[in-house]
Every structure is written in structure tokens, then in C-alpha cells.
């Protein structure tokens, strides 16, 4: 790995920073990693080295161009907003390092996530204290370098809706990032939630409580026949400019963040992975999001660390002494988390609730081979 492992397993950076550029406007094949310099944080400021960062499709408009407009690159230009990692550099205490807002001075070896301005890809990130929030303990590294944007999107847009119990929201999209954050937090208020989706994506938005209707030509007939008095709300989330145009909520952004990964922590909102890329082959982690196919984020792992039964695509993976206090097993998971269809994918590797009951299993086996 491009990380160096200090006390405590912190990302040291010996090797200088690789983060993922382009310099012109293009498909993933204009894609490069570079090396430079390991950043040094300033007052405010703190470097975290990354251990996973999340795609968005949004970035791909960025990059191909669609939304210079609004967002012009400047090259060369880093990519990505999401991330989750472990803090490298603090300021020195003659920078002035700000107390954040969130309470706490940060120290080395801090698990947290955030966002950063096109450039999470990357093997460490210099960010304001005011962008990161505290990695909750039982939220994992995949989800949380990939929860920012999807989290925010969806609880700004589900705000606007107000959503309420008795009424109808449709939810486009609803096996996606953005879509499916929504449908699920819309549920929890209450509402009842229509979710458009290929039919591969069914069983998995019935096990969340949505009522699933394919889109494309008859989708209008197929949602009267579920509500024939109309929907109260229609959360939209496919086009281009979609996160640009997002409404604001009252609350920041971080606030939002730190509910959205408290609630994923404790199994009120599922947020499945679809495929785990090591960071050299961001080109193929891009083409399959853009083929649109993956039900699930997608994820690039920098650092990747040894969860029981993790298979990911290409990545050697190690433990990371920032986890060696992981549990081996995860508690039994709510009914509606069992083997969504995403799992099948062969990039992905079994989620808490796979895991969990092949461990059952075994243990059931290895109890009957005691009793003789």
C-alpha cells in the first residue's frame, strides 16, 4: 500500500500522496494517479489518510463536462467528495489550531468521515475540522467513505417532502445511493413509499418496506393501480445536476452526516455495498458505475483492513492494527438486511448478515460434532 503504518496504525504517507487526476474533460480512461507531497494541515485544519472513498455518479458529470457550468474543473482536477479515514497531522500548536464546532480537539488516530471539494481520492486529504465528523464504532469503512453525498441528497430532499404518515411518497431510483436513503428515511416518518427500479432490485426494496414498480413505459398505469388517489411527494434523483440542484435543509451538512451514520450504526437505514476497487483501478470502478447496473455504492478501499468474510476485487487485503479490536462477529441483523440481490454480485463481499449466519451454521455444525 502507498501507506506507511505509524503507532496505532495511523497512515504515515512515507511514500507521498497518490490521488486520482484529470486534465481533461473525458471518460474514466482520462483518469491518472500522481504522486505528491504529503499535505501539512493549517490552522483548522486536519490531514486524514483515507481508507475508503465512495462514487458518486455526480462526479462522472463533473468530469465528463456536463456541469462545468456550475462546476468547472480545474485541471489538473481531483475527483470524489466522500471519505473515511484515520487522522495523520493535527496543526502544530503555532498554527492556531480552531476548536471545532463538533466539541471535541481532534488527535491522531481519530476515525472519521466527511467531504471534501473533488479530491477524496486520494491517499491522504487536508480538510477544515468543520467537514469531518466522528466515525461511529459500529459503522463500517466502506459505508462511511461513502455516505456524505447520498446521506445529505436524500435528507434535504425527504425534508422538502415532509413526508407523513397516511400519505404516499414515489421514490425514483429507490435501490440507489441517494434514492435509497431516501425511501427509507421516508419510511421511518411514517410515509408509505413507492420505489422505482429495475426488477432485480424487487426483493431487495421489499425487504425494506417499499413497494417496488419497474420504471420506463407503463410506470404512471403501475403506480394509479397502488395509488389510485395520486402521490403526495415525488423525489426525483436521476438527473445530471441532481445533487447541484439539491434543496438546502435547515440543519448543516455535518449534523445531517452524523444522524445519517448514527442511524445506519444502529440498522435503522441499510446501506448496502455493491463493489469494493482498489485504488488503481478507479478507471473500471467508474465504468461499472456508469454502466448503471450496480445495486449498491461503489467503493474505492485505500487502506483495506480484514472484516471476517470480506472478499473484495483485486485488493490484498491485510488487518490494520486501527481495527485489530473489531469483533469477530457481528449481532444478528434486522430481517429486512438478509441477502438483498446485490449480494450475488461478485464483487461484493457479504454483508453483517451473510456472515453472521454462515457463522450460525458452522457453529450449529460444530455443536453437533461435540455432542458426538
Known amino acids: 500500500m502507498a501507506h506507511a503504518q505509524g503507532d496505532g496504525g495511523v497512515p504515515q504517507g512515507d511514500g507521498g500522496v497518490r490521488s486520482v ?7 474514466p480512461e482520462v483518469l491518472d494517479v500522481v504522486t505528491t507531497d504529503v499535505p501539512v494541515p493549517g490552522a483548522g485544519e486536519v490531514v486524514v489518510g483515507v481508507v475508503a472513498a465512495g462514487l458518486n455518479p455526480v462526479e462522472t458529470s463533473i468530469r465528463e463536462g456536463r456541469l462545468q457550468t456550475k462546476w468547472p474543473a480545474r ?3 481531483g475527483q470524489g467528495s466522500d471519505f473515511a479515514g484515520l487522522i495523520a497531522r493535527v496543526p502544530r500548536p503555532d498554527t492556531g489550531h480552531d476548536r471545532p464546532k463538533h466539541g471535541h480537539d481532534w488527535q491522531v488516530g481519530d476515525a472519521v468521515l466527511g467531504h471534501t471539494v473533488r479530491g477524496a481520492q486520494a491517499t491522504f486529504v487536508r480538510v477544515p475540522v468543520t467537514d469531518i465528523i466522528r466515525k461511529p464504532e459500529r459503522l463500517s469503512w ?8 447520498a446521506a445529505v441528497t436524500a435528507w434535504n430532499a425527504v425534508q422538502e417532502a415532509n413526508p407523513q404518515p397516511g400519505r404516499t411518497v414515489l421514490v425514483h431510483a429507490a435501490a440507489g445511493g441517494v434514492g435509497g436513503i431516501a425511501a427509507q428515511l421516508a419510511k421511518l416518518r411514517g410515509a408509505r413509499v413507492i420505489g422505482t427500479a429495475s426488477p432485480e432490485s424487487f426483493d431487495h426494496l421489499r425487504q425494506l418496506g417499499v413497494i417496488p414498480v419497474q420504471y420506463g413505459p407503463g410506470l404512471a398505469e403501475a403506480v394509479a393501480r397502488i395509488a389510485p388517489d395520486g402521490v403526495d411527494a415525488e423525489l426525483d434523483h436521476l438527473g445530471d445536476d441532481a445533487i447541484a440542484n439539491a434543496p438546502s435543509a435547515d440543519e448543516s451538512d455535518m449534523v445531517v452526516l452524523a444522524k445519517i451514520a448514527n442511524m445506519v ?3 435503522q437505514i441499510v446501506v448496502p455495498v455493491a463493489a469494493i476497487y482498489p485504488f488503481d483501478e478507479v478507471e473500471d470502478a467508474y465504468r461499472e458505475l456508469e454502466a448503471g447496473h450496480a445495486h449498491g455504492k461503489i467503493v474505492l478501499s485505500l487502506d483495506p483492513v480484514d472484516y471476517p468474510h470480506q472478499k473484495v476485487h ?3 487485503v491485510r488487518e490494520s492494527e486501527a481495527t485489530r479490536d473489531r469483533p469477530d462477529r457481528e449481532p444478528a441483523p434486522p430481517a429486512h438486511e438478509v441477502l438483498p440481490p446485490v449480494f ?5 463481499h457479504p454483508g453483517p448478515a451473510a456472515a453472521t449466519d454462515r457463522d450460525r451454521d458452522a457453529d450449529r455444525d460444530g455443536d453437533r460434532d461435540l455432542a458426538g
Not at 487526476?21 to 471518460?27: A, D, E, H, I, P
Not at 466502506?142 to 453525498?149: C, F, R
Open 142 to 149: 466502506e459505508v462511511a467513505g461513502s455516505l456524505y453525498t
Open 265 to 267: 450504526a444502529d440498522r
Open 344 to 348: 450475488g454480485h461478485p464483487h461484493h
Open 75 to 77: 485541471f489538473p482536477a
Open 314 to 316: 483485486g485488493i490484498d
Open 21 to 27: 487526476r484529470f486534465s481533461r474533460y473525458g471518460g
